[in-house]
């Protein structure tokens, strides 16, 4: 049916073997075939082994003229602990487009985290016969993407403490004369970086020598405020000893010890910039205008002032292209940032969509996954990714499962590792029914953004027929424009050819503009009102210490950012337990932070965990290498 | 003159300008032609990027049927703080024989630390017109080998401290039911790595169900000494305030805090794990027994102890593969492996090594340089590197300068950022030839390991020849097969052609059998007084903890493991200030500690700093991206 070179259909099995298995059952096309096919010469990419590369950025430069293709987002219903399959079914929507429906495709995923596959979570690659491949690869380093963003992270986060134990010690003349010191010819000059820190400050001299003591004093004296460090360092390990931690207790530390901690790597604000810039200069301005605090007079401290926002840039200079796989039925793939769904907006990168809508081009498709549920990942999607980007999805899937709405009907409580409750395993279609209320109100809001909604049932083997029509006739009811079932996780993308017909449906026929859910001109707390009333809060309340941030960054000069809700993904509302579509509630705002270079405001709806740990017993004791063959075992 | 596609002659330039605008000037070629070259296919590496590739470890084996070529190691006299070009020596070396003496070489070097990069020292590509290319993907990330080793030697330690968690608060029982779930068909099974652990305890039961308690208590209680326990943390970051630091504090962690700290990561002992591996499988048994502390009985606790060995393996698999640039004259270089080199021992990989001396063939050179001076890094190369990869080198450079010789005849302190004093600027003959006991002795121990001994002098522009005569008259008087001055920083692989005439000489006409310093039946304190007599040494005197600390060794079973002396490099005693060579001092051992699994005992003579801190004007401040070009700049 296509006539790609790369594409081959897949031969499934019943039942279903292990993601690992289909993994590697499968020999991955080299990396240069799928180039191949997208018209990609190899000045545009870099090979890195023979599966991965990494697609260079000044692809979307020279493809500047050529017209964009369909853009679809992929969200969910609130799930349950054990996730409804939105990774899966992205990859098999694509794999049904490309391999089956002939289209030009491309899917743009997030990089997972390393540190998990070692704990209790497996990979993040899909599963099924729906996944991207090599599925170890795709695990594990990938192409040092997270690595750099952690090797940023830690010098910026050594840049602060370093400089505070300077400033303790010098006279502002002993610091300018260290920060400045004489060039070849014998003259003292200041760097790139501090004309910026001059500029900031309004000190428009250009040499050190004819500043004032009270020019020299702000310029080398930062005096950031302990407590009021914000910048945390990171690792891509599950190492929960080191969420809270005391540093500087060394002799020659002199005694400045300070608490702090560790975040999983993915949280860093750098994975955040990654996943939201849109071009090399662009991410040189937002990492270096990232705060780390305030000084003691209360003034925002950035990157840049400490000197290091040039040297983040040189460590992610690569980390910005994004890297090319495959799924399992050849279809290409562009993996490239996984920033948190919570702290931050959980999506993949703006940069892999712009170059994978211009690689498919008109009549082709990027579809691209939104993490959590669609009332946090759709709606940061459309609010901050899509207003940075400039770019104006046609479609809107919203994967729903029969066991998820069973849930939301009332069904017994699921929890990951135990068995489900027989209400899962049997047909009960009122407790479907009822559960559709969910569904029904992540299609309202979805909907409201302008887009056509496809719901996406991904099918188990347990799901009954009349469970499935309930769903498409509540969805329909709603106002989705589709609603199919799907089994492309036991069929490859030949499960999801209906799917993706519908979908090329809804790009086809948008009828409305976009539409963002608030203007950007909002005060913060209009904003969050906004938002909280699209989970379905009667109101707002803040605590003592959300009003006094709010009215910081407000001062500060912040108050236009988007906002990004830190809120549990297990309900439209702040407590988990409340399944379904609650009402009435008012949402509480613990706190406020901010990610002033990736550019949002992020109120905290309760605790958020940003560094997992290892169970009694972590996955990486299955986890080895066949030393003969050289291949990974035990990943799951 | 040379039949090869890749090599280039230098267009060079008086005054040498600087390294960065020096390696800028050439456009690196296609690592692919550099392959090429060697006669490797595409299976036989994997590119990352266009100037860098990954050389698979089946090299090896493949070409096992072939002859190796020449092994020359390059050290030095003991340097001055500024350095006598070790590194730019084998790289103008390597150059010489490549581009203009028509040889088959290869240069095989360490792995910078990226860490170092932003603070005060610049890279470590070497200099002047003898360089790798691009010097800046050389020190920044690479390959991500050092990535991949701070990700597994963290897992390691999260692994600690998590078990050390759940040990404490539950039942032996409850371990064994946590660590040996049911399987799919409800039956408890050991995970294989476990059967690792029992295998050692001497049990030989194979199904949780049959353990009597008293083993069940011995399989799933590692019961580890927090005391005991010297696996740290580490970091590619210079940052000091992680030197001592307490963890555990965040509230879920109980109250279960403890002193610990991070290194820099090159000194993780899976850096010289990789360093000295010979293949997958030797790593993975390297890995699995590393030991991290010991239990409260005394016993050594391991990787595999812990469950984790197999899965650092998985994380290491890919920086097993040497990485394969070039040099500035276009000969091809294999980077790979950091270790500190006095902590550990210095030198680049086992397995880099042998797949160049494949690859040059009969006649063909390999140069691989050793860190420090040859008191050190070349005595660790024979004694630890060859003893493990059962190689035999043919030639050792000793590289030295008229400005470390006159320091070492006498003459005033060289301090790293102070101008030189005159007397280093203007000839002084007498000077020199004072200084050139400290060569001698260097000579006379290198000759000893029954290699021929070419001395390299590397010039510098106020050298004279009076005083160059001088140093090659005390080689010669000192037994070295050759005395050559060399000006490869100046005119790049054209300076050095006399040097590589000389080591091809050296190479062909070896008399002697190779032999060790001592054989590792001595006990450990016999080895640690062979080395101490090379320093000059009457004796040597331990301190408690290392008389402890030896014992403990000798009755764990260490006592055959090869000794790696960590000491200064700037004297060949233990006193930094005791220049030229001293004679009749005691070598106080403060301590000893061992890298089981890299394989050496390595005893402190003084205090090690093994994480670099950053200056109050760390050179990051001039470090940005052109956001045009995308070109890197202020990298030194």
Partial sequence: MSSSKTLRKLEVVSPVPADIDIANSVEPLHISKIADELNLSSDHYDPYGKYKAKVLLSVIDE?????????????????????????????????????????????????????????????????GYSQVIPMDEFNLHMTGDIHAITAANNLLAAAIDTRMFHESSQSDKALLNRLCPPNKEGKRTFADIMLRRLN???????????????????????????????????????????????????????GMTRETGFDIAVASEIMAVLALTTSLSDMRERLGKMVIGNSKAGDPITADDLGVGGALTVLMKDAINPTLMQTLEGTPVLVHAGPFANIAHGNSSIVADKIA?????????????????????????????????????????????????????????VVAGKPLDRAYLTENVALVEAGCVNLARHITNTKAY??????????????????????????????????????????????????GIAVQKACENVTQPMKFLYPLEFSIKEKIEAIAKSYGASGVKYSEQAEKQIEMYSKQGFSGLPICMAKTQYSFSDVASQKGSPTGFELPIRDVKASIGAGFIYPLVGTMSTMPGLPTRPCFFDIDVDTTTGRVLGLS
Same sequence: chains 1, 2.
């Fill in 357 to 413: 809508l211009k690689l498919v081009g008109p009549g082709g498709f990027v579809v691209t996954e939104a993490g959590f549920g669609a009332d946090i990942g759709t709606e940061k999607f459309m609010n901050i990714k899509c207003r940075y980007s400039g770019l104006t999805p046609q479609c809107a899937v919203i994967v729903a499962t029969i066991r998820a709405l069973k849930m939301h009907g009332g069904g017994p409580e």
């Fill in 63 to 127: 493809l500047k003229g050529s017209k964009d293709g369909y853009y679809v987002v992929v969200g969910g219903i609130t799930p349950t602990p054990l996730g409804e399959g939105k990774s899966t079914t992205t990859v098999g929507l694509c794999q049904a487009l490309g391999a089956y429906l002939d289209k030009k495709v491309m899917t743009c995923l997030r990089q997972p985290s390393q540190g998990p596959t070692f704990g209790i979570k497996g990979g993040a690659a899909g599963g």
């Fill in 200 to 254: 900031k400050l309004g000190i428009s001299k250009s040499i050190p020598g004819d500043l004032t003591p009270q020019e020299i004093k702000k310029l080398v004296r930062l005096d950031i405020d302990p407590e009021s460090i914000t910048w945390r360092r990171v690792m891509d390990v599950n190492d929960r000893f080191l969420r809270k931690i005391t540093v500087g207790q060394g002799p020659e530390e002199k």
């Fill in 450 to 499: 302008g887009v056509n909604v496809v719901v996406a049932v991904n099918m188990f083997s347990t799901d009954t027929e009349a469970e499935m029509t309930a769903v498409r006739n509540a969805a329909m009811a709603a106002g989705a424009f589709d609603a199919v079932v799907c089994s492309h996780h036991a069929h490859g993308g030949k499960g999801a050819v209906e799917l």
